[in-house]
């Protein structure tokens, strides 16, 4: 079993990790991705073209 201060910690560090992801993405220059929706799989280009 687990001490109140172990999950606390865990807590806290879980927290920290996912605000690290999210200042992570919030950073990514996404401006001239399509939206997921926009992506079908078998349509790709091969010609090198883009």
């Known amino acids: 079993m687990?001490?109140?201060?172990?999950?606390e910690a865990a807590v806290a560090?879980?927290?920290?990790?996912?605000?690290?992801?999210?200042g992570t993405l919030r950073e990514l220059d996404l401006?001239?991705?399509?939206?997921?929706a926009a992506y079908h799989p078998g349509e790709e280009r091969t010609d090198g073209t883009v």
């Open 13 to 22: 560090a879980t927290a920290r990790h996912i605000r690290n992801v999210i």
């Open 31 to 36: 401006g001239t991705t399509a939206p997921a």
């Open 2 to 7: 687990i001490t109140s201060e172990e999950h």
